[in-house]
């Protein structure tokens, strides 16, 4: 991530130096120039289609998080609607062509992960427990220092091909049916959550597997009818079930929150995930 002073600039407001006087740019509020960053999207633009505004573009520009971004991350009625995050990514992001629901997830949560930087720094304070000895304690995380980006370039190693319209082909071991898959989006994250409230709420029986596969296969050996994905999908045996699963979280671009922790208690040391609370936009 690279960082910039935008003089050109300002919450999306152009202003330019000529039509200032050098006592008006004193004292002008726009004077004030909020920075921006620029983020490394861990799908380089790769998997998007022609036309979206990321296509071939390895990073996005986001601004600084202000105080009205810190107004969406108090509303109650969008932290209610679940779609609190969504808005702040919209907001920040100085390409508004650019839709928070149209990201790949990868590309998403390190837009949030930047924000969030921008906004309170990189040190995040995070109760966790000693893989050791199991004491609770407060540990202190550096953001920069944690996150790790996965470009996820082994795809050929692991047998999935990348088709010309971003997807991949991937064949099941046992029951050797290729299926094509797509990267999920913040549109597909979005239904697939309303999905399992849905459910939880109607008590029906929670399908989050099955639901996910449905949402990601776009075809079964070249045939594309929902009805036929889905009668594949139900009738997957577990072993080819597992195969998609864990091909398809390796050939995910996404970015990795993980750092070095030593236990107060016992002095045990470990590399770990960095636990994501809701301290992480609502700091204390």
Same mark, same amino acid.
């Given at each position: 991530?690279?960082?910039?002073?935008?003089?050109?600039?300002? &919450?999306?407001?152009?202003?330019?130096?000529?039509?200032?006087?050098?006592?008006?740019?004193? +004292?002008? /509020?726009?004077? #004030?120039?909020? /920075?921006? !960053?620029?983020?490394?999207?861990?799908?380089? &633009?790769?998997?998007?289609?022609?036309?979206?505004?990321?296509?071939?573009?390895?990073?996005?520009?986001?601004?600084?998080?202000?105080?009205?971004?810190?107004?969406?991350?108090?509303?109650?009625?969008?932290?209610?609607?679940?779609? @609190?995050?969504?808005?702040?990514?919209?907001?920040?992001?100085?390409?508004?062509?650019?839709?928070?629901?149209?990201?790949?997830?990868? *590309?998403?949560?390190?837009?949030?992960? =930047?924000?969030?930087?921008?906004?309170?720094? /990189?040190?995040?304070?995070?109760?966790?427990?000693?893989?050791?000895? &199991?004491?609770?304690? +407060?540990?202190?995380?550096?953001?920069?220092?944690?996150?790790?980006?996965?470009?996820?370039?082994?795809?050929?190693?692991?047998?999935?091909?990348?088709?010309?319209? &971003?997807?991949?082909?991937?064949?099941?071991?046992?029951?050797?049916?290729?299926? !094509?898959?797509?990267?999920?989006?913040?549109? *597909?994250?979005?239904?697939?959550?309303?999905?399992?409230?849905?459910?939880?709420?109607?008590?029906?029986?929670?399908?989050?597997?099955?639901?996910?596969?449905?949402?990601?296969?776009?075809?079964?050996?070249?045939?594309?009818? /929902?009805?036929?994905?889905?009668? @594949?999908?139900?009738?997957?045996?577990?072993? *080819?079930?597992?195969?998609?699963?864990?091909?398809?979280?390796?050939?995910?671009?996404?970015? +990795?929150?993980?750092?070095?922790?030593?236990?107060?208690?016992?002095?045990? =040391? +470990?590399? @770990?995930?960095?636990?994501?609370?809701?301290? #992480?936009?609502?700091?204390?």
């Amino acid at each position: 991530m690279s960082t910039r002073n935008n003089q050109d600039r300002l &919450g999306g407001v152009e202003v330019q130096d000529s039509d200032l006087s050098p006592q008006e740019m004193h +004292e002008s /509020p726009l004077s #004030f120039v909020t /920075p921006t !960053e620029f983020v490394d999207l861990p799908s380089r &633009g790769r998997y998007y289609p022609e036309g979206h505004p990321l296509c071939g573009e390895e990073s996005v520009e986001i601004r600084y998080m202000t105080a009205k971004d810190e107004d969406i991350l108090s509303s109650q009625s969008l932290i209610k609607k679940g779609i @609190v995050i969504d808005k702040l990514i919209q907001n920040v992001l100085l390409d508004k062509k650019v839709r928070t629901q149209d990201l790949l997830l990868g *590309d998403k949560n390190a837009i949030t992960v =930047a924000a969030r930087v921008t906004g309170y720094g /990189p040190e995040y304070g995070s109760r966790i427990d000693c893989p050791a000895c &199991g004491d609770n304690s +407060e540990h202190v995380f550096d953001l920069n220092e944690a996150l790790k980006i996965d470009y996820a370039d082994n795809h050929k190693e692991l047998g999935a091909e990348l088709t010309d319209n &971003g997807t991949f082909l991937i064949k099941l071991p046992l029951t050797e049916i290729t299926v !094509e898959t797509k990267l999920l989006t913040g549109k *597909d994250e979005t239904k697939l959550l309303n999905m399992a409230t849905r459910k939880k709420k109607l008590k029906l029986q929670e399908s989050l597997l099955t639901d996910q596969f449905k949402t990601i296969i776009v075809s079964v050996n070249g045939m594309s009818e /929902p009805s036929t994905i889905n009668a @594949v999908i139900d009738n997957l045996p577990a072993i *080819d079930a597992k195969s998609l699963r864990d091909t398809y979280a390796e050939i995910t671009p996404n970015v +990795e929150l993980s750092s070095m922790f030593e236990c107060d208690n016992c002095g045990h =040391a +470990e590399e @770990v995930d960095v636990p994501i609370t809701v301290q #992480f936009f609502w700091p204390k």
